[in-house]
């Protein structure tokens, strides 16, 4: 017999039982929606601290780009739930700025069951069944439900949206499986001159040392992609294949590469332990191997540098004592300022408010330790920049003002570091400076021609800029370096909707979408495209879609679906407004956002109020101006052209 156990808490009045799923007031069962659920549960398990909107949105969206009022619409529901909208807050405490708490009261419960193991295995999947007023778990059924369209009928009832809500969270991770099995697709056989580095494994069991085998991993990446001839695979892509068997045959065909790097990790009492070896992906015959690197912690940078060199040579590429500089250079000779970098990198990565916070600590320790580490003032710049956009709570408490003084200083030390002027052209994005930032952006990739994050931010700094041709060249360079990457794929569809291109928008975000679904904003752009194509139908499933992955209460999807059965998109984005309004009153809304809807909402005057608020609040997205069909209602409006000279942008908006 196995011993199951399991926790419930009460709540006053209320009962909650994590393993049932439910919440139940004395024998009543309270309705309380998956996703809403999940978010009051995290609240009470973390309830000695206020959480931050930021941490749930990364543990409950995957850190995916989402509106900010999908998280209030699911602490909305919570209160709701628990009848907590009366005369203050029993249960919810919202603190302006910082987040949720859970204040009410509270008892666990532990229960401890006699189970045969066949019956707890029959009792966890039991959970698959669908009730009509719930959605089960995605994870448990999305490997056999394909994703399907919303709507087939123009009218949908307000019961149907219901099951809309259902059919899109159980597809929510079937993309992955298309993603998975999907090829990437080249002319011909890959050249020899190709490679991925797979991120090698951490072999000590301990996750306090997951920071030392990834950042051997982006090191190599890096070194073997400041040689010219060499193509090498971004970090996105590469990375998808973390901790998952690799088949070296069907990675270079979803790659485009010959060759890919494997290796192991092990960090023992007195020293460090690296394995690699390069594989053919035309056969997976293994090319090279390294016998054991038994060195001390210090020589780590010659465990890299010997890898590097190995698997160049076994690649047939030449290198000259100058190109041999370039690929074994290091940024700093202490080794404390190296392990501390890449703690910090590697926090930085994990793209939460918490993490960010501590990959600053710990790059601020590695420019300590080494005042002339430029590269670890580029990193600190970046996540300066991070924290920005992730409300991360630093000292001092201006993080742009940071990013610049550390990309500065970056560029003070280093000028041929292109992750330096990548850094500074962050900053001058963010302050409207485009013609700068596009600067900086070119002599990145006059330095490091094959850096993808590079050639996706110059192209968007050329969108703004007018030149959306050429912005369409660069983002499809860097889908090509990281062909695996989401993000970059989604990233493609925007760029080509920005400039107008709808159909092929269209085409570049279903495609993206089927690598995969659970991606909110690639909803709602494919949805802009739609609309701008007068395919209503079309375009408000997929804002319906978005609404769903964002959290959107069966209320509001409800809402939103009867308001445009009734008037159409017109009557969903008044709808869209009035709910966002009311979620403005309970936390910051960004006004860009605001302007949109008023704009779409016939709402021209409270359009420009809002944008007017952006513009003195010196909103980075006020670059989207230029680009945004969103607000294309307002651009015969003077107001918009002064608007626009006003922050710096000339150029006409694209035709």
């Known amino acids: 017999m196995a011993v199951q156990t399991t926790k419930t808490y009460r709540l006053g009045d209320f009962s909650l039982d994590p393993q049932k799923r439910e919440l139940t007031n004395g024998e009543r069962k309270v309705r309380l929606t998956n996703q809403p659920f999940q978010v009051f549960l995290y609240l ?14 990364e543990q409950f969206w995957n850190g995916q780009e989402v509106y900010e009022e999908n998280l209030t619409k699911c602490v909305g529901a919570i209160r709701k739930a628990l009848d907590d909208q009366k005369n203050g807050s029993r249960f919810i405490e919202t603190r302006y700025g910082a987040g949720y708490r859970y204040i009410g009261p509270v008892e666990e419960q532990t229960i401890r069951e006699e189970t045969a193991p066949i019956e707890i295995v029959q009792t966890r999947a039991a959970r698959i069944i669908i009730e009509e007023e719930e959605i089960a778990e995605p994870a448990l059924v999305s490997k056999v439900v394909p994703r399907l369209p919303l709507l087939k009928p123009i009218l949908v009832s307000a019961r149907s ?24 697709e080249t002319n011909g056989a890959p050249s020899r001159a190709s490679i991925a580095v797979i991120p090698f494994k951490n072999m000590t069991g301990d996750a ?52 890919i790097l494997q290796g192991t990790v092990l960090r023992t009492g007195d020293g460090v332990r690296v394995e690699a070896r390069l594989v053919s992906t035309t056969d997976g015959r293994v090319l090279w191997a ?22 160049v040579a076994r690649l047939g590429i030449t290198l000259n004592q100058q190109h041999d500089q370039i690929l074994t250079r290091r940024y700093t000779k202490d080794e404390g300022a190296y392990e ?49 956009w992730y409300q991360t709570e630093i000292s001092p408490r201006d993080p742009m003002a940071e990013s610049r003084a550390a990309a ?27 013609a700068k930032a596009a600067t900086e952006l070119e002599r990145a ?58 159909d092929e928008a269209i085409a570049a975000l279903n495609h993206a979408l089927q690598m995969e679904s659970a991606r909110g904003y690639a ?62 009153s309970q936390h910051y809304i960004n006004p860009i956002i605001m302007a949109r809807l008023q704009a779409r909402s016939g709402n021209y005057d409270l359009a420009f109020e809002h944008l007017e608020r952006a513009f003195s609040e010196r909103s980075p997205t006020m670059v989207d101006l230029n680009v945004d069909p969103t607000l294309d209602n307002l651009r015969s409006d003077p107001r918009f052209g002064q608007l626009q000279r006003r922050v710096g942008l000339n150029a006409p908006h694209p035709e």
């Not at 991770?173 to 993603?179: I, K, R, T």
Request: glycine share 6%; hydrophobic share 45%.
């Open 290 to 311: 390294t016998d054991q690197f038994g060195k001390a912690p210090s020589d780590i940078f010659n465990i890299q540098d010997a890898i590097a060199r190995q698997v």
């Open 340 to 388: 501390a970098y890449l703690k910090g990198r590697f926090f930085l990565n994990k793209r939460t408010v918490a993490a960010i916070a501590e990959s600053i600590k710990y790059l601020q320790q590695a420019i300590k330790i080494d005042s002339n580490y430029a590269l670890a003032y580029a990193a600190l710049a970046d996540a300066y920049d991070k924290a920005y």
């Open 161 to 184: 949206a219901v099951f809309i809500a259902i059919a899109v969270l159980l597809t929510t991770a079937v993309g992955f499986v298309y993603f998975k099995s999907r090829t990437h």
């Open 44 to 57: 009470i398990e973390n309830r000695s601290r206020m959480v931050s909107r930021n941490e749930l949105i």
């Open 408 to 434: 500065i200083r970056a560029l003070a030390i280093d000028e041929s570091l292109a992750e330096a002027h990548l850094a500074m052209a962050t900053v001058h994005s963010n302050s409207w400076e485009l």
């Open 523 to 584: 909803h709602y752009d494919l949805g802009a495209a739609y609309e701008q194509k007068g395919m209503e139908r079309q375009a408000f499933e997929e804002y319906l879609r978005d609404e769903v992955q964002g959290g959107a209460t069966a209320e509001v999807i409800s809402a939103l679906t009867e308001a445009y059965n009734k008037w159409g998109l017109n009557g969903f984005w008044k709808k869209k407004l009035e709910i966002t309004r009311t979620a403005s």
């Open 208 to 259: 306090a040392n997951e920071y030392l085998s990834d950042g051997i991993t982006d090191s190599l990446i890096t070194s073997l992609g400041r040689i010219e001839t060499l193509k090498v695979i971004a970090r996105g892509s590469v990375f998808a294949a973390k901790d998952r068997a690799v088949d070296p045959v069907a990675t270079g065909k979803q790659l485009g590469v010959a060759n």
């Open 445 to 502: 990739l006059q330095i490091d021609p094959a850096n993808a994050e590079a050639h996706h931010n110059y192209a968007y700094c050329l969108l703004h800029l007018g030149s959306s041709d050429r912005a369409i060249d660069e983002i499809k360079r860097a889908r090509d370096l990281d062909p695996l990457n989401v993000v970059m794929n989604i990233d493609v569809g925007e760029v080509l909707l920005y400039a107008r291109r709808y």
